[in-house]
């Protein structure tokens, strides 16, 4: 297996093993837009999939034409094959703009722009350019060169590539958006924006000198941050139909991977751990993870492949500092439950990323990690656009939400008092979990300076907790009614634990920091218990020692109350 070998031709030499998505090629040629953005999720084949463009396309001193001879390309007809090595190609890989200064990213992406202007030497070796582009040229190289000269750069090289060849040029820009991330997570988003709207709008923006471009990125970011008036530029996210089977494998693809690799008797399991995905809107196709494909075929076992790629800051700053509406929601996730109808909306703008739940889950979706489970388009009305059920996608991001919503939690009740705090809960010690609780969120607050209107984001982000740590052992339904501060929820004792206690929670938010309005709080929580008979579900199920609990809360006051009744 390919491992970690994203060069096409090495592959190739090598003799390793390679799933053919060449005709990925036909389809970018029969494609009447100038400029593509393809956006997926990291590791799912993409910069791969621009080498092999490369070898394709690019015209050089060495043929590639045996790299693809056996390839499903090659047998389109004359048409397709007299396009092989026929122009000049221009590459930028951006996948390593990741440092988290703008200087030291500019630094680095004009090194990145020197280099590929030097591997085309050829062009002013020669000495017939002329004095204004060999000065230009010259600081580039010697790394003199100011912003608009570096801006400039694609387009010069494609403009010379295009008088010597008599060509028009290929460009191929890989990770467009990796900058992009850093920028927002490291706050020098504005100059980072600046720049690539230099640089790509000079490259595809009415370049007489361009045949094809092609940029990928696993986002479509919006095109008044970057791709302003960029009316050439054709852009396919994993809702659109376009190219969805070249990135990530078709479910026929693995099994002949499983197949080749003697695996065929464990279909079923890697189905459940590295499947879900659903590319398209029209006719969704199922796309399984490549990356964790092929390292499971590999190292066969089952375990996170894809998830460990990445530090995941964005995702896990979103989910773990959102509103708590968005954790509610995670919840319902990590119960294997679809949430939705949600907005769908392949554009991101990173500055807006956090500002609607919508946003958060777009995001999260054209990352990888969710997926659709049912899609539907309103045409008319208040509600136009597309909307979408989304749910986890398989086994190996469950494991991840599970994980860093647990690191969260557990990083929340500081002290290492997360098994202590939830053991006096399940042994029904009210006492105990009053006093540890009653801490827990004076420090957390105290800490996240987190003001009153926030509040209710702890009381969510706690029962998440409960989901994750108490999963095993536990069942934790978590009923929601109106208004954020407001849980029913139920821990119940799983098969084969029945000796175990249940429990209920009733969350009420208390009308004023006075201990009057706790207590107020607290009687309502517990008559609510009592009024609703939550514990008639737990009795059906055989469950015979109940705690009800009734927890009231205001800004960084809580205070539990319980009453424990036994059969």
């Given at each position: ?153 694609l387009e010069l090289l494609s403009r010379l590539l ?254 290492g008092s997360t098994t202590k705090l939830l053991q ?144």
């Open positions: 297996m390919p491992i970690g070998v994203d060069d096409f031709k090495a592959i190739h030499e090598r003799n390793l093993y390679y799933v053919d998505k060449s005709m990925m090629i036909k389809d970018i040629l029969d494609d009447g837009a100038e400029v593509n953005l393809i956006a997926r999720p990291r590791r799912f084949g993409k910069t791969l999939n621009l080498s092999m463009l490369r070898y394709f396309f690019e015209k050089s001193v060495e043929s590639h034409v045996t790299l693809f001879q056996d390839l499903k390309i090659w047998q389109q007809g004359e048409r397709y094959r007299r396009e092989q090595g026929k122009y000049p190609v221009i590459v930028l890989t951006m996948k390593s703009l990741k440092m988290n200064t703008w200087p030291n990213n500019y630094s680095r992406l004009c090194t990145l722009l020197a280099t590929e202007i030097e591997r085309h030497a050829y062009l002013y070796e020669k000495n017939n350019l002329s004095s204004n582009d060999k000065y230009v040229i010259s600081r580039i190289l010697d790394r003199t060169a100011d912003e608009s000269e570096y801006g400039g750069s295009h008088a010597y060849h008599g060509q028009k040029v290929i460009i191929l820009v890989d990770e467009y958006d990796t900058l992009l991330n850093e920028a927002y997570i490291h706050g020098f988003y504005d100059e980072a924006v600046n720049f690539l709207r230099l640089l790509l709008g000079e490259a595809f923006k009415n370049n007489i000198h361009l045949r094809k471009g092609v940029m990928t990125g696993i986002f479509r970011v919006a095109k008044e941050s970057i791709f302003s008036g960029l009316n050439n530029l054709k852009v396919s996210t994993i809702i659109q139909d376009d190219y969805r089977e070249y990135f990530g494998f078709t479910e026929f693809e693995v099994q002949e991977i499983l197949e080749d690799f003697g695996l065929t008797e464990q279909v079923a399991e890697v189905t459940k751990w590295y499947n879900g995905y659903r590319f398209g809107e029209e006719s969704p196709l199922t796309i399984y993870n490549p990356w964790s494909i092929i390292q499971y075929a590999d190292q066969r076992k089952l375990v996170s492949y894809w998830v460990n790629t990445s530090d995941n800051l964005i995702v896990r700053k979103l989910v773990t500092e959102s509103s708590g509406e968005i954790q509610l929601q995670v919840a319902d996730l990590l119960k294997r439950q679809a949430i939705g109808p949600i907005r769908i909306d392949d554009t991101i703008v990173y500055r807006e990323v956090d500002r609607s739940p919508d946003t958060i889950w777009s995001f999260l979706l054209m990352s990888g990690y969710l997926k659709t489970v049912e899609l539907e388009r309103h045409k008319e009305g208040m509600l136009r656009g597309l909307f979408g059920m989304l749910t986890i996608p398989n086994e190996e991001v469950y494991d991840f939400f599970a994980e860093m919503l647990s690191n969260w939690f557990s990083d929340t009740v500081k002290g006096a809960l399940t042994d029904g010690d009210i006492t105990t979990f009053n006093g540890m609780l009653r801490e827990t969120v004076l420090h957390v607050f105290s800490y996240h300076d987190v003001s009153d209107d926030r509040s209710e984001s702890f009381y969510h982000a706690f029962v998440l907790g409960l989901l994750v740590y108490l999963d095993k052992e536990y069942e934790v339904i978590s009923n929601r009614e109106s208004g954020y501060g407001r849980h029913d929820v139920m821990i119940v004792p799983r098969e084969g634990r029945k000796g175990r206690k249940g429990i209920i929670l009733e969350f009420k938010k208390a009308d004023t920091l006075q201990e009057e309005s706790l207590d107020e709080a607290l009687d309502a929580a517990l008559h609510q218990i009592e009024e609703k008979q939550y514990e008639a579900e737990l009795r059906a199920r055989g469950i015979q020692d109940i705690v009800k609990l009734g927890v009231a809360f205001k800004g960084k006051q809580v205070k539990v109350r319980g009453r424990r009744q036994e059969l």
